[in-house]
């Protein structure tokens, strides 16, 4: 495994529940201020395997990306407000360095 990939697994291990982080956030904190698209190629294919909180990553927009009602109702059951697909960021983001 890859420094980076295991940054992105334990930055993604933090999230708490009812908060959200987007996938270029966490690749910025990985290191990678560009790596958003490996960010989601790292959640795909290693959530089961380290059971990650895969719902809790959606776009920089604060949107779900797949259309998928799992991860809707997996937020909303944490408490995060979904509407159209859409997350307000300001009120559900998580930012680990200042929530530490």
Do not use: C
Not at 11 to 26: C, F, L, S
Not at 55 to 60: A, D, G, P, T
Not at 82 to 100: E, G, R
């Amino acid at each position: 495994m890859s420094p980076f990939t295991a940054k992105v697994i334990g930055i993604i291990r933090t999230i708490p529940p009812g908060k959200v982080m987007t996938y270029g956030q966490i690749a910025s904190l990985a290191g990678s201020p560009r790596g958003a698209r490996q960010v989601a190629r790292i959640l795909h294919s290693m959530s089961k395997k380290h059971k990650l909180p895969w719902h809790r990553v959606i776009s920089s927009k604060g949107e779900i990306s797949l259309k998928d009602d799992e991860q809707k109702m997996a937020l909303q059951f944490e408490g995060v407000k979904v509407t159209n697909w859409s997350i307000n960021l300001s009120q559900f983001q998580y930012h680990p360095d200042k929530n530490a």
